[in-house]
């Protein structure tokens, strides 16, 4: 059983999300919120890998596949004059606490079901549509 995709930690969501060549196009590439941040990150912010994987919480290894999908997605929207459609992905943007619908511990995000009892009946406790994680920001 493969493991569980961690949610990536992201501190930035974009105010626009779609962009195309001034001649219109119906092509199109998705560049996941992950990979918008890994590109702000990197590019330009200039942190370095290390540092740039330890904000998002990923290991350095996965940051850097992040980075080079990000970089292939617009670099290919680029050359073949495709629109970038920015939504999408597995984030959790800032950082949110989660409680248990089952016994109602509180806890962080970096689990996928309850510590306590290991329900996966979970919910964010900021709600008001800024969490991200657990299928929501899925795609």
């Known amino acids: 059983m493969p493991r569980p995709i961690r949610c990536r930690r992201v ?18 590439v998705t560049l996941k919120i992950e990979e918008l941040e890994a590109i702000r990150l990197k590019d330009l912010e200039g942190l370095m890998q290390e540092e740039c994987a330890q904000k998002m919480q990923v290991s350095r290894q996965t940051f850097q596949l992040i980075l080079e999908e990000a970089r292939k997605k617009i670099a290919d929207a ?16 800032g950082k949110c606490s989660y409680i248990c619908l089952n016994c109602g511990k509180v806890f962080d995000s970096d689990y996928h079901e309850c510590p306590e009892c290991h329900s996966k009946d979970i919910g964010c406790t900021r709600g008001r549509g800024r969490c991200y994680c657990f299928g929501h920001g899925r795609r």
């Open 11 to 28: 501190e930035f969501l974009p105010k626009f999300k779609y962009f195309s060549p001034a001649q219109g196009t119906s092509d199109e």
């Open 78 to 93: 680029l050359v073949h004059g495709k629109a970038i459609r920015i939504e999408g992905g597995n984030y959790v943007y």
